[in-house]
């Protein structure tokens, strides 16, 4: 069991910058490769990046890579994704998961096992 919460979204305006977290409490948090995921209203929940258990891998959709950089500190249970050159587009509540599958499937929302309540994130133009 895994339970993750998420904080550090807000209000912000076009090309600023957010860093959202995740902290994971439980077993076995080293175990599981990490995703952050974002939800539009009116619209399907989307990949945003990942990273592999031990840190060594990287996984971002397009509309995210070279704004945006996942990372992790496992000795702090914590996921965290630094948002830069934010744009409105970007606004959604953002999710982060715990990823059950193998690596080929790290970009598939239905390999994601244990989910934190979500973090709202508002880009003003």
């Known amino acids: 069991q895994v339970q993750l919460v998420e904080s550090g979204g807000g209000l912000v305006q076009a090309g600023g910058s957010l860093r959202l977290s995740c902290a994971a409490s439980?077993?076995?948090?080293?175990?599981?490769?990490m995703g952050w995921f974002r939800q539009a209203p009116g619209k399907e929940r989307d990949f945003v990046a990942a990273?592999?258990?031990?840190?060594?891998?990287?996984y971002y959709a397009d509309s995210v890579k070279g704004r945006f950089t996942i990372s992790r500190d496992n000795a702090k249970n914590t996921v965290y994704l630094q948002m830069n050159s934010l744009k409105p587009e970007d606004t959604a509540v953002y999710y982060c998961a715990a990823h059950i599958g193998v690596t080929t499937t790290i970009r598939n929302r239905a390999q994601y096992y244990y989910w934190g309540q979500g973090t709202q994130v508002t880009v003003s133009s």
């Open positions: 439980g077993r076995s948090f080293t175990s599981y490769s």
């Open positions: 990273i592999i258990w031990s840190g060594t891998g990287t």
